[in-house]
T-cell receptor
Framework: DAGITQSPRYKITETGRQVTLMCHQTWSHSYMFWYRQDLGHGLRLIYYSAAADITDKGEVPDGYVVSRSKTENFPLTLESATRSQTSVYFC?????????FGPGTRLTVL | KQEVTQIPAALSVPEGENLVLNCSFTDSAIYNLQWFRQDPGKGLTSLLLIQSSQREQTSGRLNASLDKSSGRSTLYIAASQPGDSATYLCAGGEGGSNYKLTFGKGTLLTVNP
């Protein structure tokens, strides 16, 4: 199917573990984004990427690492998960000025 | 730093009513304004995008306006239906090549049959 897919859709992990959230888009959009959504904060930008091998920090990058070796994939890694990283994570890509979002990954850190 | 506010946080209306959702932003240099819909447990669906050179956009029963000078955007929903029940988010896009979005916290709309 065309669009953005995220995996896993749900993940439970423990404090200190490394977790990678996957994002794949079929449109070949240059720009991709990672957001987190929390009650009381809304959506906040974690990292974004302008193209393969080009990434930059957003509003809340601490504790996260991204890579983009291929245009279609943009994985987000929590190197040592903390409880404060419990959230819903959304990946997005951009066509012109308009952004399109994936279905999200609900991550719980115990 | 751009800040986006949506009021009210929640709104409940009877079916058939016309309604307006409000979005305000602090930086008038906003490049575009995008409205999204989010159903519970789902991702965001793009509804309308208004670029800085435009004043409004329409799609079906939805009409969005943008007034940069007053720092406001509105989303008008005509003849509301129970299927319109969702959270509506607005997001301001900054200029340059990034078009990074700053989101409001959303308005939870409930349309009662």
């Amino acid at each position: 199917d065309a669009g953005i897919t995220q995996s896993p859709r749900y993940k439970i992990t423990e404090t200190g573990r490394q977790v990678t959230l996957m994002c794949h888009q079929t449109w070949s959009h240059s720009y991709m984004f990672w957001y987190r959504q929390d009650l009381g904060h809304g959506l906040r930008l974690i990292y974004y990427s302008a193209a393969a091998d080009i990434t930059d920090k957003g509003e809340v990058p601490d504790g996260y690492v991204v890579s983009r070796s291929k245009t279609e994939n943009f994985p987000l890694t929590l190197e040592s998960a903390t409880r404060s990283q419990t959230s819903v994570y959304f990946c997005a890509s951009r066509a012109g000025p308009e952004q399109f979002f994936g279905p999200g990954t609900r991550l719980t850190v115990l | 730093k751009q800040e986006v506010t949506q009021i009210p946080a929640a709104l409940s209306v009877p079916e058939g009513e016309n309604l307006v959702l409000n979005c305000s932003f602090t930086d008038s240099a906003i490049y575009n304004l995008q409205w999204f819909r989010q159903d519970p447990g789902k991702g965001l669906t793009s509804l309308l995008l208004i670029q800085s050179s435009q004043r409004e956009q329409t799609s079906g029963r939805l009409n969005a306006s943008l007034d940069k000078s007053s720092g406001r955007s509105t989303l008008y929903i005509a003849a509301s239906q129970p299927g319109d029940s969702a959270t509506y988010l607005c997001a301001g896009g900054e200029g340059g090549s990034n078009y990074k979005l700053t989101f409001g916290k959303g308005t939870l709309l409930t349309v009662n049959p």
